[in-house]
């Protein structure tokens, strides 16, 4: 059993979505909509369908082929930026679909340059409603090694806890050994923390392990509490919390 909650919705669940919803490309707006759908076909997060009415079909291109899934058939189509097209990343549903998903289009989240709730720009994929992050200030003892050599050691980490995921321990730079931290081109964005503003690799005896630790310089709003503190993978290191040595998880997100 994992020491942390689980996601529980279950695949093809269908809620309203309360938020405005737009969605661009090279600076054009593709969607507006308060009228989305949360549709979740698989447990961790959901996708939007979005009513057609709501979508500027100048940018779709139709395929002319047909896509079956439990949610109905959908006619695939392409997005049109400038003189090139994106094949094959918009679905919108016939009247055949789930209740509550005819005329709806459900658009491959990498196809848009950006995506907003509201006025706050969302990364990745939709924010699960049913998901919490909370990053709470605490005065446990964390310790952080690899192979014996000790990387972190903080009696003020922040603890991010976030549903479906082991929890994050959030360390003062003051608290890291850079000796041992090589920094990486590698970024990463995540919808409810924001994007990545560094990576570092670790070297212990010789050995380089990649992309170990990572940092938000300028989080959410939300998370502010880990803005510029520094996050070690518990899937790729040692831990050690109030002097108690923690299994390494499997999961590997930051």
């Not at 990498?110 to 706050?120: N, Q």
């Not at 070297?203 to 502010?224: E, I, K, M």
């Amino acid at each position: 059993m994992a020491d942390y909650p689980k996601a529980l919705t279950q695949v093809d669940h269908i809620e309203p979505v309360p938020r405005r919803i737009r969605a661009f490309v090279a600076g054009d707006r593709v969607l507006d909509t308060t009228r989305a759908r949360y549709v979740w076909e698989w447990p961790y997060y959901p996708q939007y369908y979005v009513p057609a009415e709501d979508v500027n079909r100048d940018f779709l291109v139709d395929e002319r082929q047909t896509d079956k899934s439990r949610r109905g058939n959908a006619r695939l189509h392409g997005l049109r930026v400038g003189e090139t097209t994106r094949g094959s990343c918009a679905w919108w549903y016939g009247d055949d679909a789930l209740a509550g998903l005819a005329d709806t289009i459900r658009f491959d989240w990498a196809a848009m340059d950006a995506w907003f709730e509201e006025d706050e720009q969302v990364f990745v994929h939709p924010r699960n409603p049913y998901a919490r992050v909370d990053a709470l200030r605490s005065t446990r003892r964390v310790r952080v090694e690899l192979d014996g050599t000790v990387l972190a050691d903080s009696a003020s980490p922040v603890l991010v806890f976030e549903t479906g995921l082991p929890t994050r321990y959030y360390l003062n730079r003051t608290d890291v050994n850079f000796r041992h931290l090589v920094p990486s081109a590698t970024a990463s964005a995540c919808p409810y923390k924001g994007r990545t503003s560094n990576y570092w690799s670790v070297r212990v005896n010789g050995t380089d392990h990649p992309d170990l630790a990572w940092s938000y310089t300028f989080p959410t709003a939300a998370l502010l509490p880990i803005a510029g503190l520094i996050a070690f993978y518990n899937e790729k290191v040692d831990l050690i919390v109030d002097g108690e040595r923690l299994p390494r998880p499997k999961t590997h997100f930051s």
